[in-house]
């Protein structure tokens, strides 16, 4: 069983390796079956007026 609680929501101007824009990075604890006490990044880039994945990452 996953179990997920958020650690929090940052905005970016800017990112290392990308274009000046908006994103957001929002961060996870997380445990996993076989991997406990992860934490997991989603980073996220508006485009369009959307809001899309750019990034997923498990640490």
Known sequence: MNLRAELGVKEYAE????PVGEYLVIQFQTDFQNKKSA?????LS???????????FIK
């Open 15 to 18: 990112l290392s390796g990308a």
């Open 46 to 56: 508006k485009s369009s007026g959307k809001w899309l994945p750019v990034g997923y």
């Open 39 to 43: 934490t997991e990044t989603l980073m």
